[in-house]
């Protein structure tokens, strides 16, 4: 339990021109945003009403999807820190990331983000902003300090049990380019949003074309060994899937990333493995590397077909959650699948 900051810097905090209410909502999607005359930002975010007073100068990033989507947008000099990585920087973004603090490799404490006197923070996990995370949302609306968590972990879906929550409504890409077309809105560039959106969904369009996968189907194993991590029906994988009218093995669970036994993914014996290959250390297995090396091993795996016929794809971890760069995760299993002469 973080201890309370002293006055000054509690102080501080509350002197900022950023306020926020909690109160009934929709999600950014059904809420809305409004612009008031004292050119206030208000938005509907994952059943709260966010209203802030002017675009964020000294803002946080406590996940890498939604620091990546800030950096695409040009704001890293209105950044003071980001946290929670799984990959390295998307590429193109490696200079204005350097401008940029890193509080940790992992989630940081609530201390050491409010040391960065953030006027704005985002995540792009629920788990993030609440108990058992940095802090709960409330703790930062206590001292004054705006958040917003990404729609497309709010959006359709339930994240009261344990594990990484269950979908009630497959996402779609629309949930993440109404997150890029948020936080333009708050920082005041909305044309650079709408640029980026435009951007995102021409690639998806020619990464696309022409392609039938709908004899193919696919697993996605995100990380560890032991009691491995795959992809339900509907979460950023079944975006990839549905876009490509590919198959998952496992679309027949809501869970956005339930643990399976090796048996059971043996027997479903998919065509293709898109396999996360992670740099952070908090599981087993993070590389493709090494999952590849126990796919080949494993007496329970080794004789499936795509192992048989080494038919991987290697995705970040970014590409494989509802980030940009899920778009990503279109792109290279597409071109996989016609590589590996799976499409019509």
């Known amino acids: 339990m973080p201890v309370a900051r002293p006055a000054r810097r509690c102080a501080l905090l509350l002197s ?87 509080l940790a490799d992992d989630a940081p404490s609530f201390e050491k983000v409010l040391d960065a006197e953030p006027d704005f923070v985002a995540a792009s996990f629920a788990s993030t902003l609440a108990k058992g995370g940095v802090a709960p ?14 729609p497309a972990d709010c959006e359709g879906k339930d994240n009261s049990g344990d594990g990484d929550g269950v979908r009630t409504e497959p996402l779609t890409m629309e949930a993440v380019y109404g997150e890029v077309r948020d936080l333009a809105e708050v920082f005041g560039v909305a044309e650079r949003g709408a640029t980026l959106v435009a951007d995102l969904k021409s690639r998806v369009a020619k990464a696309t074309d022409g392609i039938d996968a709908s004899d193919t189907t696919v697993l996605y194993w995100f990380a560890n060994q032991e009691a491995p991590y795959m992809a339900g029906c509907c979460g950023a994988p079944g975006i990839v899937t549905d876009t490509l009218g590919a198959k998952n093995v496992f679309a027949d669970t809501k869970q956005e ?72 995760g279109v792109e290279k299993v597409a071109a996989a699948l016609r590589e590996y002469g799976l499409t019509g």
């Open 16 to 102: 900022g021109a950023l306020l926020l209410t909690a109160c009934g909502g929709g999600s950014s999607a059904d809420g809305g945003k409004s612009r008031k005359s004292t050119g206030a930002v208000a938005l509907g975010n994952c059943g709260r009403r966010v209203t802030i007073a002017s675009a964020p100068k000294r803002a946080v990033s406590l996940n890498q999807g939604t620091t990546e989507i800030m950096l695409s947008l040009g704001l890293a000099d209105r950044m003071v820190g980001t946290a929670t990585w799984t990959d390295p920087v998307m590429k193109g973004l490696e200079k204005a990331n350097g401008k940029v603090p890193r």
């Open 137 to 150: 949302r409330e703790k930062f609306e206590e001292l004054g300090v705006p958040t917003y968590l990404s």
């Open 257 to 328: 990333w339930p643990q399976i036994n090796w048996e059971t993914v043996a027997d479903r014996d998919p065509d293709v493995l898109v396999i996360g290959d992670l740099t952070r250390r908090s599981q087993t297995a993070e590389t493709a590397a090494k999952k590849i090396e126990f796919l080949e091993t494993n007496p329970a795996t080794k004789n499936m077909d795509a192992v048989k016929n080494k038919r991987y794809v290697l995705l970040s971890g970014q590409a494989m959650n509802p980030t940009i760069r899920t778009v990503e």
